[in-house]
């Protein structure tokens, strides 16, 4: 079992900037390849991005490709997502998620293990 926190979320301004942290507890963290997802209320929870578990591996959806950075510390049993020249669009729900996968990173939702309860990032006009 591996129990996820997001923090960071808040509000900010289109061309700004935040980052989200999602700290693990429980099982061995490097076991794990990590995700971050995000969802506007009445739509479906979409992939933003996925971190391997030795962080060699990233891959990210088509809209934040260059605006958003995943990365993960094992040491401290965190994962991050920079997330700079922010639209209004991009507010939503964001959620970090686990997956005992490793062979290789995977952008399903039902393809993750384990969530946590979500933080909100809202872009103002």
């Known amino acids: 079992q591996v129990q996820l926190v997001e923090s960071g979320g808040g509000l900010v301004q289109a061309g700004g900037s935040l980052r989200l942290s999602c700290a693990a507890s429980?099982?061995?963290?490097?076991?794990?390849?990590m995700g971050w997802f995000r969802q506007v209320q009445g739509k479906e929870r979409e992939f933003v991005a996925a971190?391997?578990?030795?962080?060699?591996?990233?891959t990210y959806a088509d809209s934040v490709k260059s605006r958003f950075t995943i990365s993960r510390d094992n040491a401290k049993n965190t994962i991050y997502l920079q997330m700079n020249s922010l639209k209004p669009e991009d507010t939503a729900v964001f959620y970090c998620?686990?997956?005992?996968?490793?062979?290789?990173?995977?952008?399903?939702?039902?393809?993750?293990?384990?969530w946590g309860q979500g933080t909100q990032v809202t872009v103002s006009s």
């Open positions: 429980g099982r061995t963290f490097s076991n794990y390849a």
């Open positions: 971190i391997s578990w030795n962080g060699g591996s990233t």
């Open positions: 998620a686990a997956d005992e996968t490793v062979l290789y990173l995977r952008r399903g939702i039902y393809d993750y293990d384990y």
